[in-house]
């Protein structure tokens, strides 16, 4: 098969703009990404002390096939913000975890693609999956709780059912609100979803992903030989060793949009997605909970076809791998049948679930996210705890290689390409085909004209503002070269508008990571404050009123040039001229009543095409000719005809 360097679209591109996770050992995508680059392994254990408090019988702990591994847990898997997203501290007690969770994952993953959901024109639709709520709900009907507001209203809060609608009325998401689940490939599943509801415009931006929280916290468990859980508590995927997969909890969301439209609209884009595909096995396999060698390779391939990707353009593959005696050597038997491919070793494959272990529900969206932060960094993670292969996969005579350690990634000719994949108990399997963000798309805006820029931050409580302004300007720090005109076009667009404010003018970004937690906090007034506009009379004006505005602002060099060439026709002067380079004429009273008049107008129109609009209008001396021709009582030639 011959390798092409086509980079043409298909026009079903989707872009991944915007992510967040809340994971073991990282609750942001950037310290998820230090945690791959430097292979961290985010596994608990339990102590000798844990299990001695806990209760748990003596012969348990002193069975030699006991593993005291706690899996990958969360740090603040109790943290959660009721007042922020209106609820009442009861509601919040009965709460499923895993509704929070997302609901915090959501509103940062709008965050982070510079979207507020409260004044977004469009339809945002949400495609999400949790794992088993069944222990959530059993202890909320247990606790009495439910019997002081109701079994249905208890109900519709615990159950992990009620999750997208939940997040979907919290966040004001008028797009589809759907509830995913396909065990462990629920929110890989929940991607190819998220891309259909936009390619079929259901929705204009979609919100993918899934979560797992445990309603307890584990303390171990009896290895059995033949079982999904590992002998040592670690995930070994690939390898001679792998025995088994650990658990863990965490959450993951993706913002996605149709590609053309985050190129044209100028949003970051981490990847693009260039196809996916979602099959069952139905019976190809020997039992309910066996893979299948033909149903995973089905998939891959599909997603390739949708892709109109070669396979041997595919250079990373971010697999489902569980590190079981079973899953392992089907999955790569499913690759090594889709790809079709003669040629050796050219793709590295790697699974997540060796840092952080096995998400559940959220597996496949925390797959999704690393490869997506891998083609953005243009490096590959190492897979954990890889040492010899398995004996039952025959690596050197296939496309593929386990990558042990941290690589650069590079490829020849074409863009970097990688395809994720997510298998479900049951047999649902997904896989969705990544590529590298356009050459382009996520470079700096060009060059400003204005040397001035207003950034504005806002929360719901002093310290949330001052946590936001330290994590903004550390950010700002750490990334100098950003656009500074793109950083406060997000603040204050994309981000909802909330009562604890704190504001600075700034002329670069450098000087706003120093001086935004300096800037003064003031706390907004209810309700919409009313805006009005004052028009002094003559005294106010000098020479070159306006300049700067007229060199940077083309709203306010268009007013000015219009209102010059009315003056011009009725009185024969270039009072443009005079205003900026006649410092002697301004002295003149008929020739400052004209300036002052068109700085004025002008000045005003600018402001308005802001959308800083007067709720009323005051003039002095001649500012009432300006007061009165803005609030449309006379037209601008007949105003500047009173005035010459």
């Known amino acids: 098969m011959s390798v092409t360097s086509n980079v043409e679209t298909t026009g079903l591109e989707i872009a991944v703009i915007g992510m967040s996770v809340h994971l073991p050992g990282a609750d942001d995508i950037e310290r998820f990404w230090k945690n791959l680059e430097n292979g961290v392994e985010s596994i608990a254990f339990a102590s000798d002390d844990e299990l001695e408090q806990s209760g748990m019988k003596d012969e348990t702990i002193r069975n030699p096939a006991f593993v005291p591994v706690k899996g990958g847990l969360l740090a603040n898997r109790q943290s959660f913000d009721a007042s922020f997203f209106g609820f009442t501290p009861r509601e919040a007690e009965l709460l499923n975890p895993q509704t929070r969770l997302l609901l915090h994952g959501a509103w940062e993953a709008l965050e982070d693609a510079g979207y507020n959901p409260f004044s977004y024109k469009g339809y945002i639709g949400l495609y999400g999956g949790a794992?088993?709520?069944f222990h959530w709900?059993?202890?909320?009907?247990?606790?009495?709780?439910?019997?002081e507001i109701g079994e249905f209203a208890a109900m519709l809060l615990a159950d992990e059912r009620n999750l997208c609608t939940h997040v979907a009325y919290k966040l004001d998401l008028k797009g589809p609100a759907v509830l995913v689940q396909s065990a462990c490939s629920t929110s890989l599943v929940a991607v190819h979803y998220a891309c259909q509801g936009i390619l079929n415009g259901e929705c204009d931006l979609a919100l993918a992903g899934g979560v797992t929280v445990f309603a307890r916290e584990p303390l171990g468990y009896i290895y059995r030989d033949?079982?999904?859980?590992?002998?040592?508590?670690?995930?070994?995927?690939?390898?001679?060793?792998?025995?088994?997969?650990?658990?863990?909890?965490?959450a993951g969301v993706a913002v996605l949009k149709r590609c053309a439209e985050a190129l044209e609209q100028g949003d970051h884009i981490y990847a693009v997605i260039k196809g996916s595909a979602v099959n069952n096995d139905g019976l190809r396999k020997?039992?309910?909970t066996a893979p299948s060698i033909q149903g995973q390779a089905e998939v891959i391939r599909v997603a390739l076809q949708v892709a109109e990707v070669e396979p041997e353009t595919v250079t990373y593959i971010e697999a489902h791998g569980t590190g079981t005696s079973l899953g392992d050597p089907v999955e790569i038997g499913g690759l090594i049948r889709a790809f079709d491919s003669e040629?050796?070793?050219?793709?590295?494959i790697g699974s997540v679930k060796t840092n952080v272990g096995h998400l559940d529900a959220a597996a496949g969206i925390v797959s999704f996210i690393k490869t997506v932060l891998a083609l953005a960094r243009k490096k590959i993670p190492a897979n954990l705890h890889f040492e010899e292969p398995n004996p039952n996969i025959q690596f050197a005579s296939s496309p593929f290689y386990v990558n042990p350690t941290l690589k650069d990634w590079q490829t020849d000719g074409f863009p970097l390409r990688a395809g994720v994949s997510s298998f479900g108990i049951g047999g649902t399997n997904a896989h969705v085909v990544l590529e590298e963000a356009p050459v382009g798309a996520m470079s700096a805006s060009g060059a400003s004209s204005r040397p001035w820029r207003l950034m504005t931050l806002s929360a719901a409580s002093v310290e949330a503002l001052d946590k936001s302004t330290q994590r903004l300007s550390v950010h700002l720090a750490e990334h100098p070269n950003l656009s500074a005109d793109d950083v406060a076009f997000t603040l204050h667009v994309g981000r909802r508008e909330m009562p604890v404010r704190r504001m600075l003018v700034?002329?670069?970004?450098?000087?706003?990571?120093a001086g935004l937690a300096r800037a003064p906090v003031a706390t907004a007034p209810s309700g919409k404050p009313s805006v009005v506009f004052l028009f002094p009379g003559l005294g106010s004006q000098y020479s070159g009123m306006g300049r700067g505005l007229y060199g940077i602002e083309p709203e306010f060099r268009r007013q000015m040039d219009r209102c010059a060439e009315i003056v011009n026709d009725l009185l024969n002067i270039d009072i443009k001229g005079i205003l900026y380079s006649t410092v002697s004429?301004?002295?003149?009273?008929?020739?400052?009543?004209?300036?002052?008049f068109i700085v004025e107008y002008s000045l005003v129109k600018l402001l308005m095409s802001w959308g800083i609009l007067p709720s009323a209008l005051l003039g002095y001396s001649f500012g009432e000719y300006a007061a009165a021709c803005l609030a449309g009582v006379f037209s601008l030639e007949d105003a500047l005809g009173m005035i010459c």
Request: glycine content about 14%; some cysteine.
């Open 585 to 596: 004429a301004m002295q003149a009273n008929d020739i400052a009543q004209v300036c002052t």
């Open 506 to 513: 700034c002329d670069s970004l450098k000087n706003a990571a």
């Open 131 to 133: 794992g088993s709520g």
């Open 343 to 348: 040629k050796r070793q050219f793709c590295a």
């Open 226 to 250: 033949g079982m999904v859980n590992s002998p040592d508590g670690h995930c070994r995927a690939f390898d001679r060793r792998a025995k088994g997969m650990v658990g863990g909890e965490g």
């Open 286 to 288: 020997v039992g309910y």
């Open 137 to 147: 709900n059993v202890l909320v009907m247990m606790s009495g709780i439910a019997d």
